[in-house]
């Protein structure tokens, strides 16, 4: 009897989040597996912040969604996007209730860290064809040799003709690499730190080997690779100069594990939020408030640029669902709308990996598998650049999820002082709105091959819809 009291008050008192698989069983494990197929087929579409616009975009006009210019004025239930430098998205859905009185905003960011090629990255050394590159965000070199990379981005030719190029992804593409030093050799380099293992100069990437026929010019296989690219594009060396050239691992989204329990891709980091998101918003009819998907760029170099979140495109984006539900839109009918809005920072966080433990405080990390991840604050010594969520407004999110069933958990990136991270929470934050981050925890966050559980990115969408759906102007 004693005991069963016990049991109780333990119950009762102490908290420790659960697996999200023993809520998600049956029928619903079923949802989990079909919504993960969609979503590896989005990561597979879209692998540049580019190609994510161009998923998303097909994905929000086969749900009834209309390009924002196309539309004189906006009245509830209206469904609209508005493209961003084609690298960012805002997608709405209009509530019944003024816009001047708050949206609920999903805001995800679609870049993710890769390897750019340099303005002049072609040359030959050594019977090869080589090409310089420049990486993009924070990536452990080392994980980005030796694999193989396919290439996608935009050039212009001597026409002005845009020529958009993706090779490496279908079956019968070659791929790129970028080779290593042989184990064997290898004495010195194994004695540099980890950080300078491979350096920035050495990720240089395998373009070409066959010599151009005629044995009189130079660089004979240099010669070859530009007069193919010319054959097939026509475009020049000089075409690069202005080019926007993304190396990304060619590999596909897969399952992981006998049970297939988590997915294993390039760039989930953050286009698990993004598309979860955006199946949220897709999924949302006639809602009261003003539904929002805001998808930036540059987030991970700081959120800067006319594409990054702290952009006043995404401002404008907002305003004119302002004036074309309202007829006008003061200033001051901005900054309430701003103070009315509530957002997550829809952001991946790190997942407690038992190789690593002594990285985490375990008591307060999240775990892949159980839920959807909300974030106090994130930041690096002493929660500097963090956001750090009101406890009124993360009370309350916390309500809509439990009043839905959604299995939800907390914590903290990494231990303290040890690195950290920031996210486009504070960005958003700083224009009024109550924000707070919330996503997919991710193993293996900014590699090549990240990993997320199947359940936490089922919770995901539904906490979005959940909050879409139920979070109001007024919470107190
Ligand atoms: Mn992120
Ligand atoms: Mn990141």
């Given at each position: 009897?004693?005991?069963?009291?016990?049991?109780?008050?333990?119950?009762?008192?102490?908290?420790?989040?659960?697996?999200?698989?023993?809520?998600?069983?049956?029928?619903?494990?079923?949802?989990?597996?079909?919504?993960?197929?969609?979503?590896?087929?989005?990561?597979?579409?879209?692998?540049?912040?580019?190609?994510?616009?161009?998923?998303?975009?097909?994905?929000?006009?086969?749900?009834?969604?209309?390009?924002?210019?196309?539309?004189?004025?906006?009245?509830?239930?209206?469904?609209?996007?508005?493209?961003?430098?084609?690298?960012?998205?805002?997608?709405?859905?209009?509530?019944?209730?003024?816009?001047?009185?708050?949206?609920?905003?999903?805001?995800?960011?679609?870049?993710?860290?890769?390897?750019?090629?340099?303005?002049?990255?072609?040359?030959?050394?050594?019977?090869?064809?080589?090409?310089?590159?420049?990486?993009?965000?924070?990536?452990?070199?080392?994980?980005?040799?030796?694999?193989?990379?396919?290439?996608?981005?935009?050039?212009?030719?001597?026409?002005?003709?845009?020529?958009?190029?993706?090779?490496?992804?279908?079956?019968?593409?070659?791929?790129?690499?970028?080779?290593?030093?042989?184990?064997?050799?290898?004495?010195?380099?194994?004695?540099?730190?980890?950080?300078?293992?491979?350096?920035?100069?050495?990720?240089?990437?395998?373009?070409?080997?066959?010599?151009?026929?005629?044995?009189?010019?130079?660089?004979?296989?240099?010669?070859?690779?530009?007069?193919?690219?010319?054959?097939?594009?026509?475009?020049?060396?000089?075409?690069?100069?202005?080019?926007?050239?993304?190396?990304?691992?060619?590999?596909?989204?897969?399952?992981?594990?006998?049970?297939?329990?988590?997915?294993?891709?390039?760039?989930?980091?953050?286009?698990?939020?993004?598309?979860?998101?955006?199946?949220?918003?897709?999924?949302?009819?006639?809602?009261?408030?003003?539904?929002?998907?805001?998808?930036?760029?540059?987030?991970?170099?700081?959120?800067?640029?006319?594409?990054?979140?702290?952009?006043?495109?995404?401002?404008?984006?907002?305003?004119?669902?302002?004036?074309?539900?309202?007829?006008?839109?003061?200033?001051?009918?901005?900054?309430?709308?701003?103070?009315?809005?509530?957002?997550?920072?829809?952001?991946?966080t790190a997942a407690y990996d038992p190789t690593y433990a002594s990285a985490f405080d375990k008591?307060?990390?999240?775990?892949?598998?159980?839920?959807?991840?909300?974030?106090?604050?994130?930041?690096?010594?002493?929660?500097?650049?963090?956001?750090?969520?009101?406890?009124?407004?993360?009370?309350?999110?916390?309500?809509?999820?439990?009043?839905?069933?959604?299995?939800?958990?907390?914590?903290?990136?990494?231990?303290?002082?040890?690195?950290?991270?920031?996210?486009?929470?504070?960005?958003?934050?700083?224009?009024?709105?109550?924000?707070?981050?919330?996503?997919?925890?991710?193993?293996?966050?900014?590699?090549?091959?990240?990993?997320?559980?199947?359940?936490?990115?089922?919770?995901?969408?539904?906490?979005?819809?959940?909050?879409?759906?139920?979070?109001?102007?007024?919470?107190?």
């Amino acid at each position: 009897m004693k005991n069963k009291d016990s049991q109780e008050l333990e119950k009762k008192l102490k908290y420790s989040s659960e697996s999200a698989w023993d809520i998600y069983s049956g029928k619903q494990n079923e949802k989990v597996q079909s919504f993960s197929e969609n979503y590896k087929k989005f990561l597979d579409d879209g692998k540049t912040e580019r190609e994510c616009v161009t998923a998303a975009v097909a994905l929000l006009e086969k749900a009834g969604f209309v390009d924002a210019g196309s539309k004189e004025s906006l009245s509830a239930g209206d469904r609209v996007y508005r493209n961003i430098r084609n690298k960012g998205l805002v997608a709405a859905v209009m509530g019944t209730e003024p816009v001047i009185d708050g949206m609920n905003i999903l805001g995800a960011h679609i870049d993710s860290p890769h390897i750019d090629l340099k303005p002049m990255p072609l040359y030959e050394d050594a019977d090869m064809a080589l090409m310089k590159t420049h990486y993009y965000g924070g990536i452990k070199k080392y994980q980005w040799t030796t694999i193989p990379l396919a290439l996608h981005g935009v050039l212009y030719n001597s026409e002005g003709e845009k020529i958009s190029v993706s090779i490496g992804e279908a079956e019968e593409d070659p791929v790129f690499t970028i080779n290593e030093l042989l184990v064997h050799l290898s004495q010195e380099q194994l004695t540099r730190k980890a950080s300078e293992a491979i350096k920035g100069e050495e990720l240089n990437l395998l373009v070409g080997g066959i010599p151009y026929e005629d044995k009189d010019v130079k660089e004979r296989i240099k010669l070859n690779v530009l007069k193919l690219l010319f054959d097939k594009y026509q475009l020049t060396e000089k075409d690069f100069l202005t080019a926007e050239i993304e190396l990304v691992p060619a590999h596909k989204a897969r399952d992981v594990g006998f049970d297939r329990s988590y997915i294993g891709a390039y760039g989930q980091d953050d286009r698990v939020c993004a598309y979860t998101a955006l199946a949220a918003l897709m999924k949302v009819k006639n809602p009261a408030r003003t539904c929002i998907c805001l998808f930036s760029d540059k987030e991970e170099v700081g959120s800067i640029g006319n594409s990054g979140a702290k952009s006043a495109l995404y401002e404008n984006a907002l305003m004119e669902l302002i004036v074309k539900s309202n007829g006008q839109c003061s200033l001051w009918d901005f900054r309430s709308c701003l103070d009315n809005s509530h957002m997550l920072s829809s952001d991946v966080t790190a997942a407690y990996d038992p190789t690593y433990a002594s990285a985490f405080d375990k008591s307060n990390t999240a775990f892949a598998g159980r839920g959807v991840c909300l974030l106090k604050y994130t930041g690096s010594r002493g929660k500097s650049g963090s956001n750090d969520a009101h406890s009124e407004f993360f009370n309350e999110v916390t309500r809509i999820f439990e009043k839905n069933s959604i299995p939800w958990q907390t914590g903290e990136l990494g231990r303290v002082d040890l690195g950290g991270g920031g996210t486009i929470a504070a960005d958003m934050a700083n224009k009024g709105m109550n924000v707070i981050d919330c996503g997919v925890p991710v193993l293996s966050m900014h590699a090549p091959f990240e990993v997320t559980s199947k359940v936490d990115v089922y919770c995901t969408y539904e906490g979005f819809l959940a909050f879409l759906k139920k979070m109001k102007k007024c919470y107190e």
